[in-house]
């Protein structure tokens, strides 16, 4: 499994936008990266996820290097509710039948200052 | 939708005791999974199952069970409780195992 490296904690400004970043530099052409966030003890909330091109949702942007060997998640305008801990993740596959799991690591956590 | 819903909530057991954690989704998804959460720690997949009547052991599967025997349900028994599996339980489902999942709320579980 390609393994990622986040920074452990970030500060972001309300209303500023917030940029997570994290690095897969040993990620797999086949595997994609997804971001999940998890609010206080709540269980993991997903945001996004994408293989190689940029994405865009409601929630946030995604954007993957060309090299596919780093990504950041932005979250556009943050606001307080977005304090969370911020998990990137590369999913791999276990088997012919496209089982997989998800390896979360200890993300980011991203406080969001008033 | 109820989406993902875990009980019990809270639970607390003696060494050597036996409780089964329960999940259960009404979206008609496919693949459930259950993570155990430490302080300061990732989510570390215990269990899975890509349907009924199917189930495989993820990375720390040692000292827990699973069974599907629905779609709906995904039971996680612990045999017989240590302190070492003290942690935050969370169930998740999915559509199709490459697709993205909804966790539950957690089931906080204290052995002593």
């Known amino acids: 499994d390609a393994k990622t490296t ?17 690095n897969h530099s040993t990620i797999s052409g086949n595997e994609y990266v997804y971001w999940y966030r998890q609010i206080h ?25 060309e090299d596919r060997k780093s990504s950041t998640l932005i979250l556009p305008h943050a606001t307080l509710r977005d304090t969370a801990v911020y998990y990137c ?11 997989e799991k998800l390896t979360f690591g200890t993300g980011t956590r991203l406080t969001i200052i008033p | 939708n109820a989406g993902v819903t875990q009980t019990p909530k809270f639970q607390v057991l003696k060494t050597g005791q036996s409780m089964t954690l329960q999940c259960a989704q009404d979206m008609n998804h496919e693949y ?8 300061g720690m990732g989510l570390r997949l215990i269990h899975y199952s890509v349907g009924a ?8 599967p040692n000292g827990y069970n699973v069974s599907r025997s629905t779609t709906e ?4 028994r612990l045999l017989s409780a240590a302190p070492s599996q003290t942690s935050v339980y969370f169930c998740a489902s999915s559509p199709y195992s490459n697709q993205p999942q909804h966790f539950g709320d957690g089931t906080r579980l204290s052995i002593l």
């Open chain 1, 6 to 22: 986040q920074p452990p904690s970030m500060d972001c400004a309300e209303g500023r936008a917030a940029n997570l970043p994290c």
């Open chain 1, 41 to 65: 003890s709540q269980g993991p909330q997903y945001i996004i996820h994408g293989l190689k091109n940029n994405e865009t949702n409601e929630m946030a942007s995604l954007i993957i290097t």
């Open chain 1, 89 to 99: 993740i590369v999913r791999a596959a276990l088997s012919n039948f496209g089982n």
């Open chain 2, 32 to 39: 459930m999974s259950w993570y155990r959460q430490d302080p």
């Open chain 2, 53 to 60: 009547g199917i189930t495989d052991q993820g990375e720390v």
């Open chain 2, 73 to 76: 349900d995904f039971p996680l």
